[in-house]
């Protein structure tokens, strides 16, 4: 089953505007991992950031944690068309093991 | 190096016949996980080896599915019986399984078609 919700479902924006996604979960954390996704094939590891931590930054990407509201944003900054992917959040669910739980993920398209 | 490979890279079979669907995990990688994507979802988790043994299969939809790694390296994911449901790509990834900030590599899939 999935995890939760991410928001919005799909994005569409000009090459060099930033692009914010948002993931909300269900359940007690370890960590929250983004994951990007092309073609629908194989998933690339973004960022992870822990439960302790309420903000990440790794490049172009920062992401926050909002553990009161079970919450999680990542942004991408001065975003280009090689962007353009499948962005998903997974957690890692506290007593849960090291499986990922993912979310229902947003599709990015960067235009030219 | 080398990353996770998955063959077939695409397997069409009819209802009712049996698949395997193999993974090579990154060399050394201790942790092995399987998670099944269905079009225009997240992938969900299957199953978890540590090793040889298979540390998590709740997420096995029912007994028509099994994974094996007998030798702590490849892994196989079978299916009996497939119905046009099991559609989907068929993910595996591994990791070195250092702590519960483990970061899991994914293969490129498996996209399984049950006609």
Redesign the interface.
Known sequence: SQQGEEDPQALSIQEGENATMNCSYKTSINNLQWYRQNSGRGLVHLILIRSNEREKHSGRLRVTLDTSKKSSSLLITASRAADTASYFCATVVTGGGNKLTFGTGTQLKVEL | GAGVSQTPSNKVTEKGKYVELRCDPISGHT?L?W?R?S?G?????LI?FQGTGA??DS?LPNDRFFAVRPEGSVSTLKIQRTERGDSA?Y?C?S?L?TG??????????TRLTVL
């Open positions: 942790a996980y998670y994507q079009l979802q997240g992938p969900e988790f978890y540390a998590d997420g790509v993910l990834a990791s399984l519960r900030t483990d970061t899991q590599y994914f293969g490129p899939g």
